[in-house]
């Protein structure tokens, strides 16, 4: 019961960490029909930012706050350079131009920082605390914590702001949007940041377990796709939830599935992606889309 | 036919024919060594005719069309490796295995729009390399399989080959097995594309709904495009594998599915005509960008840059610029005679 209970903790850790990246992957959705394949190599390329920062000097904090702000800047700034110009281009471009972007920042990586794996300071504790009579890692609930607030941070922004209003206005019909004065165009920029954002913290948030190097966050993308599509393309919440329960199922499946185990995790992700879509394409949280002929 | 559509197709024909005359001769100049590297470039090149069927024609996109590589690689390297069967008749072979799990994959993908089918693909050459790891009984684990033997070989100094009464070096014989499919190939995906299938497909990509509406089948072309594209990815992976001597889970990285991505968009998409270019870019860029950099990542710095600039200034690719140089001459030919 007890490695159970661990179990479920970290999964849920680790299932925070794709629940954000998932979350950024479906803001873009949302309110553009595009997915970002560079969101894991932006959000790569932020943590490296960070720990430059730690490494000269900032205070952890200060440097995972400003890594956010960096992070926000890049994703907009990424947006009005490349994404613009083929807004309203056929899906397949614009996936071909995030591969290039995938391609370019993972490259860049290696460019500036190279190859070798490095260690990632945690803002957490690794130390154990019982609880129950079971030891749990701090670090894991410091990793959900964060997570979650992040979050719960976007979501009180969408739901109470203004700017907030807007986004959701311009995702749902950019049409009428514009008609009523919202900048549809920023509102696009804008939602490319907050993804750039989340994409930084799961990156912060993944670098002290995995280790941090420019291929980092490939199978992190990966589990992230595989909740955003388990939770519903279209549904925050879905990514989410789908995000914990990816989390969680994975590491009962790698504990307590000997077939399974560490090695098959990433193909038992890629079959949910294939079940999920053979079965309840709009996934757990999305409506079935009633396409007009 | 006008006269202009005449000029055209005699033009295609000798540039057709000079491209072959070209291939035949080329390995006369080459060093042994330059042979196989340019035997690479024919293995590319039928790869990103597969992925060109697909998007380019078709309208869908894959971002894992080395997970196709690798089956095809792995039906050649386990059936040569392991049971010995001559490595002629393990291409063919390959070819229809992977383009029985394309179209296997394809059910359940194709049934949604395009962003789910890349969705989807992407996480294949991801988790595959696991897959290969783990049933280490059929497929090496992570060490791979070797053929042809000797795990230490270098690829030279192997036996030559005797082919019709010739002999050629064994770098010179993978050249001429190589560019021998990837120009079968070639001439196979035109006269497909040329036909019905074609206009179907180059339907499909244009409008689902007007597609649809006129009767055409969609899931049903959309799954063939894509088996016929992985059928055409599992031959080359089976050439890889013929060429590189031995298949193992890093031969076919997720870059690699994303590489012929790029040379699919630098050639061309919904055009043949800048294959050769886009499959030299893929073999050729690492080198090019190692004379003005040889810091690690300067290769995919270009290729991602190349790949957005292209997209963004360039959407015909190489076949756009060729078709541009071309049209004034043709006019000109036209109104002069």
Redesign the interface.
Known sequence: MAEFLQQVVSGLATGGIYGSLALAIVLI?RSA???N?AQGEMGMFATFIALWLIDSGWPYWWAFAATLVMAFVGGVLIERV?IR??EGA????V???T??????????????W??ETRSFPSAFSTRAIRIGGVAFSIQDFGIIGVSLAAVALLFLFFRFTKVGLGLRAAAVNPAASRLVGVRVGWMLALGWGFASVLGAVSGMMVAPLVFLD?NMM??V??YA??AA?LGG?ESPLGAVVGGLVLGVGLNLIATYVDFVGE?????F??VV??GV??VR?AGLFGRVAVRR? | MSQRRVLLRAARFAAFAVGVAVVTVLPHWLSDFRASEVAYVGVYMIGILGLNILTGYTGQISLGHGAFMAIGGYTTAILVGHHAVRDLWTIPLAGLVAGGAGLLFGLPALRLSGLYLALATFALPVALPQVLKKFSHFTGGGQGIQIFGDPDYTGKGYENVHVLGQTLTFNDWLYYLTWTIAVVLFVAAWALLAGRAGRTFRAIRDSEIAATASGIDLPLYKTLAFGISAAFAGVAGSLFVLVSFSASPGSFPIVLSLYLLVGAVVAGLGSLWGIVVGALFVQYLPAVSGHISNHAGAADVTRGVILILVVLILPAGVAGLIRRAGSPLTNRAIRRS
Do not use: D, H, S
């Open positions: 959705y029909r595009v997915i394949f490349v110009p083929v056929p899906a397949v471009t996936v071909i131009v591969i290039g972007l995938f391609i370019a920042l993972n490259g860049l990586a290696y460019w500036i190279g190859g420019p490939r199978p993308l990966l796709i595989a599509i393309l090695t098959l995790q990433l193909p992700a890629f992606i294939l879509l053979l394409p002929a």
